[in-house]
T-cell receptor, first 114, second 112 residues
């Protein structure tokens, strides 16, 4: 696609429910990253995919968080048993890979846990 | 580990004022440095970058110089416009696979 697409753009859920957030990277981009943006915390790295594998999951905050990528394309971030502190904007970015640091970001999925 | 520290905002300026947003970093070696910008309702986008010491990145009237002696990468613009109102993030590339470490972000508001 023309850019990184994320869905849903907004999600309101109740504490304890599971949520899935989807990311469609730019076609041909092999690297995919998830970040979390919350007030006072800036941008936190969550996980990195190269193709379908995730060699760096160091930023996932707890075992309630998981992510997968299929077909070297779409990625899903799943949060189980959501807590209020999970409320944030979840950003996905993709790149052609390598060390360039030039990432292309989606507009994010805003998650609100009541 | 590597880290990035930005001046805290928010920053409020009048149109045509001079802008500086300070950024310092802690890193092993000399990683590439970046400024990303997030306009209202849009995703983050790369504003400029510098890949080695003394490099100057520039774009849209913004400039930043990679200073290894002061471990800094301050963002400057000589005359801001209302359309520059956004959140600005300083970042460094943290790994061989392009993972970025970001600063906290600085909210800039420019009034007519």
């Amino acid at each position: 696609g023309a850019g990184v697409s994320q869905s849903p753009s907004n999600k309101v859920t109740e504490k304890g429910k599971d949520v899935e957030l989807r990311c469609d990277p730019i076609s041909g981009h092999t690297a995919l990253y998830w970040y979390r943006q919350s007030l006072g915390q800036g941008l936190e790295f969550l996980i990195y995919f190269q193709g379908n594998s995730a060699p760096d999951k160091s930023g996932l905050p707890s075992d309630r968080f998981s992510a997968e990528r299929t077909g070297g394309s779409v990625s899903t971030l799943t949060i189980q048993r959501t807590q209020q502190e999970d409320s944030a904007v979840y950003l996905c970015a993709s790149s052609q890979g390598g060390v360039s640091g030039e990432l292309f970001f989606g507009e994010g999925s805003r998650l609100t846990v009541l | 580990g590597n880290s990035v520290t930005q001046m805290e905002g928010p920053v409020t300026l009048s149109e045509e004022a001079f802008l500086t947003i300070n950024c310092t970093y802690t890193a092993t070696g000399y990683p590439s440095l970046f400024w990303y910008v997030q306009y209202p309702g849009e995703g983050l986008q790369l504003l400029l970058k510098a890949t080695k010491a003394d490099d100057k990145g520039s774009n849209k009237g913004f400039e930043a110089t990679y200073r290894k002696e002061t471990t800094s990468f301050h963002l400057e613009k000589g005359s801001v416009q209302v359309s520059d109102s956004a959140v600005y993030f300083c970042a460094l590339v943290d790994t061989s696979y392009g993972k970025l470490t970001f600063g906290q972000g600085t909210i800039l508001t420019v009034h007519p």
